[in-house]
């Protein structure tokens, strides 16, 4: 994760075959359900961080 001009710049690794990946981000960690950002089949992301949100949390799926 890098951070740019209100811009979350995301990448990661897979160690296993994906056929794409899901991208969800909350400002809460206990919630049980994360919006969607996005459906990638890459493994990077830019997300525009929202003004006056103090901490935003991402987790990133693999589709098998």
Partial sequence: LTLQSNVAELTWSSTIK??????????????????MVAQLTNQSLAV????????????????P
């Fill in 18 to 35: 994906a056929r794409g990946y899901v991208v969800q981000a909350s400002t809460n960690l206990s919630l049980a359900q994360w919006p």
């Fill in 48 to 63: 525009p961080i929202t003004p006056g949100i103090s901490q935003q949390f991402f987790r990133v799926t693999a589709q």
